[in-house]
């Protein structure tokens, strides 16, 4: 009785750490992020309930002729799929995905590393 009672809590306790280590949570996306050939392009990455949030933020028109701090911010809604974030923009499904090798994200044809 004692060896079947043992087995059964030796299960279930595998079975919990299997589901934990099936479910990948994102967490390498998230994080501010800058473009590592326009400085002034950033992207934070933030978890949201079951998705993400992906901030983009660029200099405005305006900013980039008169030299101000002006910036052009957007939110996009984002899902993790495959190991990859699919990011709604409305009219388009963009993918960031993230490189471990160097730990930085490939983003609309776009190297973004990490800010420190």
Not at 15 to 30: D, H, K
């Amino acid at each position: 009785m004692r060896r079947i009672v043992a087995m059964l809590f030796s299960t279930v306790l595998m079975l919990v750490f299997a589901a934990g280590c099936g479910n990948i949570s994102g967490g390498e996306f998230t994080g501010k992020w800058v473009n590592s050939e326009r400085s002034a392009e950033t992207v934070e990455i933030k978890k949201s309930g079951e998705g993400f949030i992906v901030t983009q933020s660029t200099p405005t028109t305006i900013a980039k002729i008169v030299n101000n701090d002006e910036r052009k911010t957007r939110e996009y809604p984002a899902v993790l799929k495959d190991g990859v974030l699919a990011v709604s923009t409305g009219s388009e499904t963009n993918t960031i995905s993230y490189v471990k090798d160097g730990d930085f994200l490939l983003f609309e044809e776009h190297k973004f590393i990490r800010q420190k």
